[in-house]
């Protein structure tokens, strides 16, 4: 039964892939003898305005746009338009000097002004940003003269220095506006190092170099992103020249011709999501008996090719990482559903009042990866008698049924500081209901008091602590089945110098981060 949907799936990849393939007439040809640089990837944002993003920046956002800090090769935060700051010993007020002559692409001043506009605009935008989390305990923001921002807080905030690594957002033309305006998004002015100078929806964004950047001139004169979902299609593109670079899946990093592996570890980890609105989940320890039914080692051996390690909980790539995991136990998964009053029925299922723990798994179809281990999980699920049904659906319509669905192949996680990993998908006020993205609507008290303790408490020893009882509580009562940790596979030519490895995001996402210092040999 996981055949038939591995095989439908593989025949839309393969149409996918030829139709892609042959290109577009008005797409932009890649080439990198004009100083130019294509590059494929699968995920298109639905928007270039880093205010409606959550903290997950795509290519063209974090091309086009700074915050007052950006991230190190060593995801440290460090000076951007802020050339320095100062924060009160009760960390509730912070102080920026912002860089001097720093200029909007369309040559306006960059000042205090903007980000008091920024920072404001996205406080009290709510639901319409998820990035609104933020800046809740943002009592004022002052700007006293140009050069200077205060933010008063009525609370310390602890990832408030990650947090205004956000883009900020040019007052002049959004004043007046809503946030949400679509022409801002799809023809964002920031201050970085490239300007959007076209763009197609589920095509391509073409970029320049930004000859007023304040960092001085970036060393390509273009970058085009082209969004090509299907991951056959961008290896295709790839091998016969469409594109000079391309975001890959493990099956293909031996398949790149001429070009060279970028390979980098992430913080982007795939995991199983439960509808916690679903009453096939509401018994915690069939959630715990699903963790132990899956053998996430074998997943990341036969799936991921070694690309990547198995996963035990949301922290694991960082220094908060403190989740026990769950070992694949067979034994210790019967014992919970027994525990939890199931018994295997005739066909072999756990069923109690006449019901299985039956529920329809599903992914992106466009996503060879997560489709891959939709079927592997699947089958080892129903192995161990628990009746999925693997469904893989096009990329489309799964956004427009979040709520709906049952189960979920999900990604998730950032390198950055851990509230910016765990509050979003974990906290109950950020439920999918509420405009977050908490999209299985979990809530766990324990989890919720773990996280606010995490991000409201400047000392190391207690953020800890905090972080230590938020991956204990997510152990007792599991959200997620836990499968692995990502490898990303960029493949690029083998004259661009400039590339630095570090640990990414989600979807690979800050690939670009040092991008103003790519070049050709």
Known sequence: MVKRPVMAVMAVVLAAAVASACGQGDEPASGKGDGSLTYAIGDEPETFNPGLQDEHTDPVTE????????HDRDNKVVPALARSWDIAPDGRTYTFALRPGVTWQDGKPFTADDVKFTIETVRDAGADSPLSRNFTMVRSVEAPDPATVRLRLDEPFA?????????????????????????????PVGTGPFTL???????????????????????????????????????????????????????????????????????DYRALMFNMKDPVFA?????????????????????????????????????YAAAPGFAFAPAKAASLMKEAGYAKNAHGSWAKSGRTVKFELTTFAEDSLRVA??????????????????????????????????????????????????????ASSQALDKGGSNYGSYSNPAADEALEAGRSTLDPAKRKAAYTAFQQALQDDPPFVWISYLKTINAVPKDLTGPAQRTLGHHGYGFFWNAETWRYN
Not at 161 to 184: E, I, N, R, W, Y
């Open 197 to 267: 100078t076209a763009y197609k929806h589920g095509q391509y964004a073409e970029l320049t170099a930004f000859d007023g950047y304040y960092e001085g001139k970036p060393g390509l004169k273009k970058v085009v992103v082209k969004y090509v979902p299907d991951d056959s299609a961008r290896l295709i593109q790839l091998r016969n020249g469409e594109v000079d670079a391309a975001n890959l899946a493990p099956q293909q990093a031996g398949k790149a011709g001429g070009h060279r592996l970028e390979v980098y570890p992430t913080a």
């Open 63 to 70: 091309l086009v746009f700074r915050g007052l800090t950006r």
């Open 283 to 319: 018994d915690r320890r069939v959630r715990q008996a699903m963790n132990h039914a899956v053998d996430r080692d074998a997943i990341t051996r036969s799936v991921v090719l070694g690309y990547g390690t198995p996963a035990k909980g949301p922290l694991d790539t960082g220094p």
């Open 159 to 187: 990832p408030m220095l990650d947090a205004v690594s956000m883009g900020m957002l040019p007052k002049h033309l959004l004043q007046g506006k809503k946030l949400t305006d679509p022409g801002f998004g799809r023809r």
């Open 373 to 426: 281990i939709l079927n592997v999980s699947a089958t080892q699920l129903k192995q161990q008698g628990f009746d999925v049904d693997p469904r893989p659906r096009p990329r489309d319509w799964v956004r427009k049924h979040w709520g709906d669905l049952q189960g979920m192949v999900v990604g998730w996680g950032t390198p950055y500081d851990p509230d910016s990993s765990v509050y979003g998908p974990f």
